[in-house]
């Protein structure tokens, strides 16, 4: 009796009382930046089974949301990830895999479904081209878990944004149009479907719609100069091969972020399609200055230029 009372109170009252402890620390460390020490926290916290299983994790998945969001390079995936999926290297795999334990405990829970999409879009964005099989297969997951989101909570606008993204990556513009325009006629003060709206259209090649849609996002004052919303519209202006608009939205991301090379580099090759040499050889010898370790492919791509 004795035994199973010390037994009920460490597991409904000590146990998870340790544990949210542990979850405000690690908040804590990712308020300051430190995600690393938060993520392990996290991670060390998991295995501690209580009533706040479904909570903790959800609380895990929104770190590692901060951490992509304060820096998109930490979506990154080794290339092999999908052959360790529980591989804490790759944070959205980690996500996924966390929120498909989630789903096991509270299943008709939207959020588990909502976050679960939006991280299979992240794995879609960053699984390389060269598998075509386990795209095919990430692009149905994510249709799939969000298809379920909206089932359960319909007209949510968050959902509808995500599900947007995921037609988008699969190529079904018209479809996502039409999602873009309930996600508007459901509530006109949303300013993501706005933006979102704006992106098909560049996909579309509607230009005149494309700047619509974009100057309606900048009036409800949606950061549309973010880093992420800054990729986006480079992904859009690659597909399209819009290379004097890349160039632009490049330039935007060298002041926004002028310690990422990449940015530059890519700045660079941009000039070089369009045709301005000169400034493509100043931007491969800005690169050169603050990065004097990627001489050789500097050298490289300055030799390219004199063709």
């Known amino acids: 009796m004795v035994a199973g009372l010390i037994w009920f109170i460490f597991t409904c009252n000590i146990k998870p009382l340790q544990i949210n402890t542990q979850i405000n620390i690690a908040l804590h460390q990712a308020e300051k930046g430190n995600f690393e020490t938060a993520l392990a926290i996290m991670e060390n916290a998991l295995p501690r089974h209580s009533f706040l299983d479904n909570y903790l994790r959800l609380q895990y998945v929104s770190i590692i949301g901060q951490a992509i969001e304060k820096n998109p ?8 990830w999908i052959e360790d999926p529980e591989n804490t290297v790759c944070l959205p795999c980690r996500a996924c895999e966390i929120l498909k334990e989630n789903i096991k405990i509270r299943p008709y829970y939207t959020r588990n479904w ?3 999409g939006y991280y299979t879009n992240v794995l879609i ?9 386990l795209i095919k297969q990430l692009k149905e997951d994510a249709d799939y878990y969000l298809k379920k989101a909206n089932e359960l909570s319909p007209k949510r606008q968050d959902i509808l944004v995500e599900w947007i993204k995921t037609d988008i990556l699969s190529e079904k513009y018209e ?10 006629d459901y509530n006109p003060k949303f300013r993501e479907c706005y933006w979102q709206m ?3 259209n560049i996909y579309l ?5 494309a700047e619509k849609y974009y100057q309606i996002t900048k009036e409800t004052y949606y950061d549309i100069n973010s880093e992420i919303a800054l990729l986006q519209l480079v992904n859009a202006y690659i597909k399209t091969e819009d290379y004097q608009k890349l160039a632009a939205t490049y330039q935007k991301l060298v002041e926004l972020k002028p310690e990422k090379i990449q ?4 700045l660079a090759v941009c000039y070089q399609k369009l045709g301005q040499i000169e400034k493509a050889r100043e ?6 200055k603050s990065s004097p370790e990627s001489k050789e492919d500097v050298e490289k791509f300055l030799k390219e230029l004199e063709k």
């Open 114 to 116: 909502m976050l679960l």
């Open 198 to 200: 704006s992106l098909i």
């Open 205 to 209: 090649g509607n230009e005149e719609e």
């Open 73 to 80: 390079e930490n979506a990154v995936c080794p290339p092999l």
């Open 263 to 266: 940015y530059r580099a890519s």
């Open 175 to 184: 479809v996502a149009k039409e999602k873009a325009r309930k996600c508007i």
């Open 283 to 288: 931007e491969a010898l800005k690169i050169l």
């Open 125 to 133: 964005i960053q699984t390389e081209d060269s598998q075509p099989e």
